[in-house]
C-alpha cells in the first residue's frame, strides 16, 4: 500500500502540438481537412466494395475492413485534438484517457495485421494463381480478419490493465489484493469437498477435449453443428479454468489471497467466457432451427462464411463487453475491507467491497448485461418453439420422441445457466451462500454436463469416438507384434 498522502490524478492535460499562437486556425483547417478526407475517402470505399458484387473478393474484403480500422484510428484521437484547439480545454479525464489508449492500441494493432494480410493475399495471387481461389475461401477470409479483431483486443486489453494499475487513484490503491473466503464448507469437509471439485472440473476439460478431439479427427463431424460445439467446448473449457484451479488450490494451501491485478483479469476472463458460452448456445440454436425447419436451404444458409462470422461476432461481442466491466470496475475505489464472500473474484461480490458510487456499474449490468442475456435466451426459446411446432405439424411417435427427448436435454441445461446466471446478478438484493451455489451450477455443473448432453449421447459422436478406439488399437497392435508383420510379407514376396 502507498502513503495516503500521496497525490491522485483524475485529470490529465493534453498539451498539443508545438503550433505558435497565431497560427491555431491554419492548422486547424488543415487538420480538419486532412481527417474529413480520411473518413470521407474510407466511407466511399466500403460503400462501393459494398454496393459493386464484382469487388466482392478477398482483396476488397480485407481492404474494406482496413478502410475501417484506418476511420477508427483517426477518430479515436483527431476529433479531441481538434476540439481542443478551437476550445483551448486540454483536460481529459482518467478513464477517457485511458479508453483513448485502448482504441488506439486496438485499430494501431489492427492495421498492421491487416496489412500482413493483405500481402499473404497478394503473394497467394501472384505467386499460386492456379489455387487463389481454393486457399484464399471465404472461411478463411473471415477466419484472418477475425484473428486479427481477437489479437488486436487482446493486446490493447492487455496494456489497459497494466496502465490501469498504475493509474488508479489513490484510495484505490489502499487495496493491493483481496481475500477469496471460498465455500461455505464445514472445516472437516475440505478434502470430501475438493475431491468432488477435482472430479468434476478433470471431466469437464477431458470431456470437452474429447469432443474437440473427435470433431478435428473425423471429417464427417465437419459441419457447421459441431463446428459451434467445438468452440463452445473450448469456452467450456476456458470458464472453469479461470476460477476452478484457483479455488482447489486455496482449499489445498488454505491461501485466500489473490492480488488486484489478478483479480481483475480474472474476472475479465470469466466475463469474456460466460458471455461467450451464452451467445455460442444461441447460435448453435439458430443452427438446429435452419436445420429442422428449413432442410432445403440449410447448406445455403449455413455457408461457412456465415458460421465463421458468427462465431468470430461473439468473440468479438463477449471480449467488448467483459471490457466494458472491467474499465468501470478500474475506476472504482476499495477501501479497507478487502474480504470476497466468493470462490472468485465476481463482479457482484466487487460491487459489495466498493466504497465508491456503484450505480453506474448497476446500470449498466441492468441494461447492457440484461439486454444481451435477454436477447440471447429469447434466440434459443424463439429457435425450439419453431423447432417444436415445425415437428408437431407432421406428428411422428419416433420422431417427437427422439425431437423432444434432445431438446428437453438442450433445454434443461440452458434454463440451468441461464436461470442461476440471472438469479445472481438481476434478482439478488444482498450477497449470501444461495448465489455463491447458482454460481457453482453454471461455473462448474453446466460446463460439466455439457459433453453428456450435447455430444456424448450423439450418435455421430459415438461412431468417431468407435473409429478413434478402433485406430489406437491396430497401430498398438501393429507396434507390438511387428515380427508377424515382417513375416507375413515376407512370405507374400516368397
Not at 264 to 277: A, E, G, H, P, V
Request: proline share 4%.
Amino acid at each position: 500500500m502507498r502513503p495516503e498522502n500521496q497525490s491522485s490524478v483524475s485529470h490529465f492535460l493534453l498539451l498539443g502540438l508545438p503550433i505558435p499562437p497565431g497560427q491555431q486556425g491554419m492548422f486547424f483547417t488543415l487538420f480538419l481537412g486532412m481527417y474529413l478526407t480520411t473518413v470521407l475517402g474510407n466511407l466511399l470505399i466500403i460503400l462501393l466494395i459494398r454496393l459493386d458484387s464484382r469487388l466482392h473478393i478477398p482483396m476488397y474484403f480485407f481492404l474494406s475492413h482496413l478502410a475501417f480500422s484506418d476511420i477508427s484510428l483517426s477518430s479515436v484521437t483527431v476529433p479531441k485534438m481538434l476540439m481542443n484547439m478551437q476550445t483551448r480545454q486540454q483536460s481529459i479525464s482518467r478513464v477517457g484517457c485511458i479508453s483513448q489508449m485502448y482504441f488506439f492500441i486496438l485499430f494501431s494493432t489492427l492495421d498492421n495485421f491487416l496489412l500482413a494480410v493483405m500481402a499473404y493475399d497478394r503473394y497467394v495471387a501472384i505467386c499460386h494463381p492456379l489455387h487463389y481461389t481454393t486457399v484464399m475461401r471465404e472461411g478463411l477470409c473471415v477466419l484472418l480478419v477475425a484473428g486479427s479483431w481477437i489479437l488486436s483486443c487482446g493486446q490493447s486489453l492487455l496494456h489497459t490493465l497494466l496502465l490501469a494499475r498504475l493509474m488508479r487513484p489513490e484510495n484505490q490503491s489502499s487495496v493491493s489484493e483481496f481475500l477469496l473466503l471460498g465455500l461455505p464448507i464445514p472445516p472437516g469437509q475440505q478434502g470430501v469437498f475438493f475431491t468432488l471439485f477435482l472430479g468434476m472440473y478433470l471431466t469437464t476439460v477431458l470431456g470437452n477435449l474429447l469432443i474437440i478431439l473427435l470433431i478435428r479427427l473425423d471429417s464427417r463431424l465437419h459441419t457447421p453443428m459441431y463446428f459451434f460445439l467445438s468452440h463452445l467446448a473450448f469456452s467450456d473449457i476456458s470458464l472453469s479454468s479461470v476460477t476452478v484451479p484457483k479455488m482447489l488450490m486455496n482449499m489445498q494451501t488454505r491461501q485466500q489471497s489473490i492480488s488486484y491485478v489478478g483479480c481483475i483479469s480474472q474476472m475479465y476472463f470469466f466475463m469474456l467466457f460466460s458471455t461467450l458460452d451464452s451467445f455460442l448456445l444461441a447460435v448453435m440454436a439458430y443452427d438446429r432451427y435452419v436445420a429442422i425447419c428449413q432442410p432445403l436451404h440449410y447448406t445455403t444458409i449455413m455457408r461457412e462464411g456465415l458460421c465463421v462470422m458468427l462465431v468470430a461476432g461473439s468473440w468479438i461481442l463477449s471480449c467488448g463487453q467483459s471490457l466494458l466491466y472491467t474499465l468501470l470496475l478500474v475506476r472504482l475505489s476499495f477501501c479497507a475491507d478487502n474480504a470476497i464472500i466468493h470462490f472468485f473474484c465476481d463482479i457482484a461480490a466487487l460491487l459489495k467491497l466498493s466504497c465508491s458510487d456503484t450505480s453506474l456499474n448497476e446500470l449498466v449490468i441492468f441494461t447492457e448485461g440484461a439486454m444481451i442475456l435477454f436477447l440471447s435466451f429469447g434466440i434459443i426459446l424463439c429457435s425450439y418453439i419453431r423447432i417444436g411446432t415445425t415437428i408437431l405439424r407432421a406428428p411422428s411417435t419416433k420422431r417427437l420422441f427422439k425431437a423432444f427427448s434432445t431438446c428437453g436435454s438442450h433445454l434443461s441445461v440452458v434454463f440451468l445457466y441461464y436461470g442461476t446466471l440471472a438469479g445472481v446478478y438481476f434478482s439478488s438484493s444482498s450477497w449470501g451462500s444461495k448465489d455463491i451455489i447458482a454460481s457453482v451450477m453454471y461455473m462448474v455443473v453446466t460446463p460439466m454436463l455439457n459433453p453428456f448432453i450435447y455430444s456424448l449421447r450423439n450418435r455421430d459422436i459415438k461412431q468417431a469416438l468407435e473409429m478413434c478406439v478402433n485406430r489406437v488399437k491396430f497401430f498398438k497392435q501393429q507396434s507390438l507384434d511387428p515380427p508377424v508383420a515382417f513375416r507375413s510379407t515376407v512370405r507374400q514376396i516368397s
